[in-house]
């Protein structure tokens, strides 16, 4: 009768032991994506870079659910933390997906999306699940640091393989990219400067709580990866890199604070930039960057007439198609008979394309997964960026710190993917800081070092 509390004791230890390690193992997976996907292409084939990673995203994403599944079944707790009412419109936002999905004009492109991008039903379904695992796994002060660091030190590789290509250095393809606009790793160069500004937003995250050393490291991977970020040559880049600093810099410090904190970096970029000018291959590429930025506003110049074009295509599609849009992914399919709509000079142009999005997200929301849909995503965002503002306001400092991170990312990735089509590298560690850090910027400082979630039970 004596052994049987004993047996008890070590049946409870080893249970809270496995549910630790279900628990570490799903954070290190949602860890992995933001490594791994960023890092991964395979050259040899004709679709080198989103195949590759939407296939990383979607292997990743099963060992995730397998892992917390046993999780769930280990007795580990699924409370999330952060404010539970943006879970709502979310939640709307995903039987939209799914139904518009059902009700597709084309079910099987729908389900798994236009080649070379792959955004259909099963990613979008990923990256809600990524969103809130990563609320779970990584809802801390602590989990939301390390999920910081993964995206600098990944970041910091993919900025100088960028700049390694913009120098004809490139051990996979010969010669500098194509109109000397870098790719790096991530595949295109719109979406490569998307993902540096979110390296940018989590290198500035770090820096209140780094020490001296580690601050040169940051300051070091500030700047190759706003140098990598000016070589995409990317107008949306530019616009979302001012957008994101000026939501987390000029709330978060006074200007004495923040100047002497971020004096040396500013030193070394003012000398970075005089060794430039003084050369004439650098000021060349000032030049062509600060021409590229100016034609931002410029609505006459190709590519800006291109997105007008695009949007218009977009916005008529919803129209004809309020309730749950064409289904997702199926732009591709339907765009042609819109043509008609523009100038025939400029549906001779588009006509000779396959145009696999509106290059605005709201608007491919909207045209193919219906008005109603836009509607839930928008009030899920704004809810999102309602408690970021909140918790900057109100909140204790390190709360405040990851509220400007999250907000900032949340308005960079807005704005910039209103120029472009969604990829799935930047998409998905979208929904990954916007997961942890709803959850994180909730959590009370002591509950970095806590129990399994399912102590106690």
Not at 229 to 236: E, M, N, P
Not at 417 to 425: E, L, M, Q
């Amino acid at each position: 009768m004596a052994v049987a509390p004993l047996s008890d004791a070590r049946h409870g230890a080893l249970h809270l032991r496995l549910l630790s390690l279900t628990e570490l193992a799903t954070a290190s997976l949602v860890v992995a994506v933001v490594v791994i996907v960023p890092l991964v292409f395979d050259p040899n084939l004709d679709d080198a870079f989103a195949f590759p990673k939407v296939t990383a995203i979607r292997v990743i994403g099963l060992l995730g659910a397998v892992t917390f599944l046993c999780y769930v079944l280990l007795g580990g707790s699924i409370a999330q933390n952060g404010d539970r009412w943006i879970d709502l419109p979310l939640g709307v936002f995903a039987a939209l997906v799914v139904a518009a999905s059902v009700a597709s004009i084309d079910a099987v492109q729908s389900f798994a999306g236009e080649p070379y991008q792959y955004q259909g039903l099963v990613t979008v379904l990923l990256y809600l699940g990524a969103f809130y695992v990563s609320r779970l796994a990584l809802g801390s002060t602590q989990g939301f640091r390390r999920l910081l660091t993964a995206i600098v030190c990944t970041g910091s590789a993919v900025s100088i393989y960028g700049i390694a290509q913009s120098l004809g250095v490139d051990p996979f393809w010969s010669g500098p990219p194509d109109d000397d606009r870098i790719i790096s790793s991530v595949g295109q160069s719109n979406d490569l400067a998307t993902y540096l500004v979110v390296v940018v937003i989590a290198a500035i995250g770090l820096w209140p709580t780094a020490g001296g050393r580690a601050r040169v490291g940051l300051g070091a991977v500030i700047l190759i990866s706003v140098f990598a970020l000016a070589l995409t040559f990317s107008r949306g880049g530019y616009v979302g890199l001012a957008a994101a600093l000026g939501v987390v810099l000029l709330p978060r410090f006074r200007a004495a604070q923040w100047g002497r904190a971020a004096a040396p970096v500013v030193a070394v970029a003012a000398g970075v930039l005089v060794v430039a000018l003084a050369l004439p291959p650098g000021r060349a590429m000032v030049e062509r960057i600060v021409n590229r930025a100016v034609t931002t506003i410029d609505l006459s110049e190709s590519s800006a007439r291109m997105h007008v074009d695009l949007w218009r295509i977009g916005s008529q599609i919803a129209l004809d198609h309020p309730i749950l849009g064409t289904g997702p992914e199926t732009f591709p399919l339907v765009f042609r008979p819109y043509l008609e709509d523009l100038p025939p000079d400029r549906a001779q142009l588009l006509g000779g394309f396959r145009l696999e999005s509106p290059h605005n997200e709201l608007i491919g929301v909207a045209a193919e997964m219906g008005l109603p849909a836009l509607a839930a995503y928008v009030i899920f965002l704004g809810a999102c960026a309602w408690a970021c503002v909140k918790r900057a306001r109100a909140g204790e400092p390190a709360s405040r710190s990851i509220a400007l991170v999250v907000l900032a990312t949340l308005v960079s990735h807005v704005l910039m993917n209103s120029f472009k089509t969604p990829d799935v590298t930047t998409s998905s560690i979208f929904w990954i800081v916007l997961g942890a850090g709803l959850a994180a910027m909730g959590a009370r400082a002591e509950s970095d070092v806590r129990e399994p979630s399912g102590a106690g039970r």
